[in-house]
Structure formats: structure tokens, C-alpha cells
């Protein structure tokens, strides 16, 4: 089973700033696997970026996601107030299991 | 507009069973492979199991396989997961979720989630 590990488990930053989210995996994912979520308290998650960068439908330019092998990110390029929420990062094969990372929580400095 | 509702949570002993079902609305159900993806209070998301559109595909997650059982209806538009055998680390909040596209495992749907307590 492949392990994914996120970095900074929290990070505090301001609006308007540039958030960096990272997500490591045990051993080489494919691109077309990693996927980022947003949660907010009490809600479901929301899907960010499927495929490592391509975003899902309504999902502001602002997110950007890269990577390849075992190290993908997630890029916040200017934070808006509604942004600060726990990030997860998924893998997925062409077949499970499908993992989660334990999530970056982002909170407002 | 897409929606997914979840349904039968609540409290059981352990050892109990409880049925959970989904109801789909505002896409063709039967077109789309469906997920139950778990999370434990104040953790993270675990991934449960996982059903082709017509079921003939199913997978589960080692810790739940041989007690929880994934099913669909597509005539009522719905998901179900059967969970036998309950146990304290069973107790989440569990969400469907509908995949991306037909033989993806990223999932762009969720319902709001329904809790599931396992305690005595």
C-alpha cells in the first residue's frame, strides 16, 4: 500500500499570500493518480485536482497542482478568506487500494 | 443539480450490524461508479469500498472486507453498504461519493456524510 505523507501538517499564513502544499508518496505514483481535496469543518470534501494538475469543474486558477513520482504540490496562488481549510491529497492506481494523506491543515495567521 | 443523501446511521453495540443507503439525484446514476469513503471523528479519510456502475466490479479496503458488503440499485438510484460485525474503529462519518469518470478512483460528488457510532 503506498503511504502518502503531507507537509506542513499546519500552516499559517495571511490572505493574499502563497500557500505551498506537499504531499510525498512511499514509492512512485502516477501522475494521473493524485488527486488534492479541500475540506471545511462540517462539510464534505471537494475535489480540487485530479491527474496532478488538471482542476475540477468551478475550481478557481488560483489552485494549481505539479508533481510527478513521489512528490506532488498543491499551490494556493493568493489566499482568499474562504481557502483556509484541511487539504488532503489521494492516490489512486488502476486499481485499489486508494489512500489519503493524514491532511495540511491551513489556518489563517 | 447533483446530489447524494445518505441514510441509516446512528448509534449500534458492537458486534451489531447497519445498513447505510445513498440516494442519488440530478445525474444518470447507472452511468457512474460509486464509493463509500469513511472518516473517523477528528482524523482523516479512509477509503471503504468501491462499485462499478452495473456492479460488476467491487473493491474493499482490507480493513473492512468480509464485514461490509457494497451494493446498488439503479432502478431506485441508490447505494447501500451493509455493515456486519461492528466495531469501535468503525465509527465514522460515513459519505458516498461518486467517481470522476467510469473506472477512476478520484471522486468529484459527495453526499453530506451520516455518522455511525459503535459503542456499548
Known amino acids: 500500500e503506498i503511504v502518502l505523507t503531507q507537509s506542513p501538517g499546519t500552516l499559517s499564513l495571511s490572505p493574499g499570500e502563497r500557500a505551498t502544499l506537499s504531499c510525498r508518496a512511499s514509492?512512485?505514483?502516477?501522475?494521473?493518480?493524485l488527486a488534492w481535496y479541500q475540506q471545511k469543518p462540517g462539510q464534505a470534501p471537494r475535489l480540487l485536482i485530479y491527474?496532478?494538475?488538471s482542476r475540477a469543474t468551478d475550481i478557481p486558477d488560483r489552485f494549481s497542482g505539479s508533481g510527478s513520482g513521489t512528490d506532488f504540490t498543491l499551490t494556493i496562488s493568493r489566499l482568499e478568506p474562504e481557502d483556509f481549510a484541511v487539504y488532503y491529497c489521494q492516490q489512486h492506481g488502476s486499481s485499489p487500494p486508494i489512500t489519503f494523506g493524514q491532511g495540511t491543515r491551513l489556518e489563517i495567521k | 443539480q447533483v446530489q447524494l443523501v445518505e441514510s441509516g446511521g446512528g448509534l449500534v453495540k458492537p458486534g451489531g450490524s447497519l445498513r447505510l443507503s445513498c440516494a442519488a439525484s440530478g445525474f444518470t446514476f447507472s452511468d457512474y461508479y460509486m464509493s463509500w469513503i469513511r472518516q473517523a471523528p477528528g482524523k482523516g479519510l479512509e477509503w471503504v469500498s468501491y462499485i462499478s456502475n452495473l456492479a460488476t466490479t467491487i473493491y474493499y479496503a482490507d480493513s473492512v472486507k468480509g464485514r461490509f458488503t457494497i451494493s446498488r440499485d439503479n432502478a431506485k438510484n441508490s447505494l447501500y453498504l451493509q455493515m456486519n460485525s461492528l466495531t469501535a474503529e468503525d465509527t465514522a462519518v460515513y459519505y458516498c461519493?461518486?467517481?470522476?469518470?467510469?473506472?477512476?478512483?478520484?471522486?468529484?460528488?459527495w453526499g453530506q456524510g451520516i455518522l455511525v457510532t459503535v459503542s456499548s
Open positions: 514509492q512512485s505514483v502516477s501522475s494521473n493518480y
Open positions: 461519493a461518486r467517481a470522476l469518470v467510469a473506472g477512476r478512483f478520484d471522486f468529484d460528488q
Open positions: 491527474g496532478a494538475s
